[in-house]
């Protein structure tokens, strides 16, 4: 049994939902399980989940776990950075890859430890994609921790060059009144109704748009 897992993720990230649900089920891999919000709050362990974490951690704060593991929703080195699902299915791409690797001192640079896919059919709305990646990152992780330590062994380098997305921001979630709905409806499913609604402007005015599903 391990000593520490150390769980971090964002405070207002999506994720911490399914973060709290997991918690427990952990307690079986170690003695101690510690969730946090803030990569300063890092102490000694064993393994540090960073789920649904933007903050760049330091190389002395990474040395504080034997293992520092990242989920991340791309081909990598393909699609390092910001939002990879989102921007995936921007693409036009339902088939999508995650991963499970060791965080680098470089952004999203480690060795990839496991891979899973997720097929959606292109109705999901960003809710139900969350549910389906959340789900696939638990069990990712839950993987590591059962194949542990022998899963280390089996460690691929990233090969290829690598590519990057962007931060998206609000103004990403702008529709053209001029276009159908169909035409947009990519950038639809990714919109978040609380935080980044979708939103056009005509006639001087702004207005909001927000997309649920019926029944």
């Known amino acids: 049994m391990l000593n520490q897992i150390t769980v971090v993720s964002d405070r207002r990230n999506w994720v911490n939902d399914y973060v709290a649900a997991w918690l427990p089920s952990l307690k079986k891999f170690a003695k101690e399980v510690v969730w946090t919000h803030d990569v300063a709050d890092l102490t000694d362990g064993d393994i540090a989940f960073f789920l649904g974490c ?29 939002s990879p699902l989102t921007w995936r299915i921007l693409e036009g791409d339902n088939d999508i890859p995650v991963v499970l690797f060791e965080a680098a001192e470089r952004v999203d640079d480690g060795p990839i430890y496991l ?7 292109g109705t999901e709305l960003i809710d139900e994609m969350r549910t389906a990646l959340a789900m696939t990152t638990i069990k990712l992780c839950n993987r590591f921790l059962d194949e542990y330590p022998g899963v280390v062994s089996g460690a691929e380098m990233q090969l290829g060059e690598s590519s990057y997305y962007r931060r998206r921001t609000p103004s990403d979630s702008k529709l053209d009144p001029d276009r159908s709905i169909r035409e947009q409806f990519r950038l639809m499913r990714v919109a978040d109704n609380d935080r980044y609604p979708c939103f056009f402007d005509l006639d001087g005015c702004t207005y909001e748009i927000k997309v649920a599903k019926r029944g």
């Open 54 to 82: 933007e903050q760049i951690v330091p190389q002395d704060l990474l040395a504080k776990n034997t293992h520092n593991l990242v989920v991340h929703a791309s081909d990598l080195p393909k699609g390092k950075g910001w």
């Open 115 to 121: 891979r899973e896919r997720i097929a959606f059919n």
